[in-house]
């Protein structure tokens, strides 16, 4: 096995748990890159535009069991980047995560890692209590195990900024610091969590490579974009915006990724000025 950021120098196959979301893609971009055979589960099969040269992609669901023995045959490693937002599907985020593993476990996997969020264990949300429960999941159970706690996506602020554009303002909470990080460097963290040493669970954490406001990050949307929308605070009261003035959310020793806020701007821009999209 190499270190965590080299090459392989065997081929092994990799699945990628929610292989055709944004995480998923970046991690299954990244495996290919370092060497491994890369399968990518979802619920339904990405579009043609969508198909990442070289991966393998299957169809299962976590949440019922459906499919995941046949998904997992000959996988090595597991990397479960699989979201829930809302309703039943939040509900049941924990059960799909020890499904999961089990079907890991029963098919010989040696290692399972997952992707969670900075500091979801500090904030009373539903959204980050799912991930603490999954996250619990991970830890309590046989097969060695890795959670990598990541900041705030750049892409996850940009869909909030271009949201709020629309209806012409740009929403910030005015005590929010965030450590936002790119999906590459999610990615890549993921990816070496697959390639470290395995033996019982691990907790770790990736985020970007800089501390900023809030308000900061919807100056650089401006900048970037030319919205001429307001910059408004959404204050935020208890024990929320408590957590949030002390910097609860923030990790100093966790940083991680190389690509600023800037430079996925920069990069978005010239994606979308692309004609072949």
């Known amino acids: 096995m190499p270190g965590p950021a080299g090459r392989l120098r065997h081929v092994a196959l990799l699945l990628v748990a929610g292989g055709t979301g944004a995480a998923g893609r970046a991690t299954a971009r990244e495996a290919l890159g370092r060497g491994w055979q890369v399968r990518s589960l979802s619920r339904t099969l990405p579009a043609p535009t969508r198909v990442l040269d070289g991966v393998e992609y299957v169809r299962a669901d976590a949440a019922s ?20 937002r809302r309703g039943r599907a939040l509900r049941g985020y924990p059960l799909a995560g020890r499904r999961l593993l089990d079907a890991a476990r029963g098919s010989g996997v040696d290692r399972a890692v997952s992707v969670s969020i900075m500091a979801c264990d ?71 969590a697959a390639q470290a040493p395995a033996g019982g669970f691990l ?56 690509v600023t806020f800037e430079q996925w701007l920069a990069r978005r821009a010239i994606a979308r000025a692309d004609p072949r999209g």
């Open 65 to 84: 069991g459906s499919g995941l023995a046949a998904a997992l045959d000959g996988v090595e490693v597991v990397i479960d980047t699989l979201e829930a």
């Open 122 to 192: 500090q904030f009373p949300l539903r959204y980050y209590r799912s991930k603490v429960a999954k996250e619990q999941v991970y830890a309590a159970h046989a097969l060695p195990t890795t959670v990598v706690r990541c900041g705030q996506f750049h892409d996850v602020l940009g869909s909030l900024f271009e949201r709020g554009e629309r209806f012409g303002f740009l929403p910030i909470l005015p005590q929010a610091r965030l450590q936002p990080i790119d999906l590459s460097d999610v990615a890549r963290a993921l990816v070496d």
């Open 203 to 258: 907790l770790t954490a990736a985020c970007g490579p800089e501390v900023r406001s809030m308000r900061s990050l919807a100056g650089a949307w401006r900048t970037a974009t030319g919205s001429t929308a307001r910059v408004v605070d959404l204050p935020v009261p208890g024990r929320i915006g408590r957590s949030l003035a002390e910097g609860r959310n923030l990790m100093a020793d966790a940083a991680f990724g190389t």
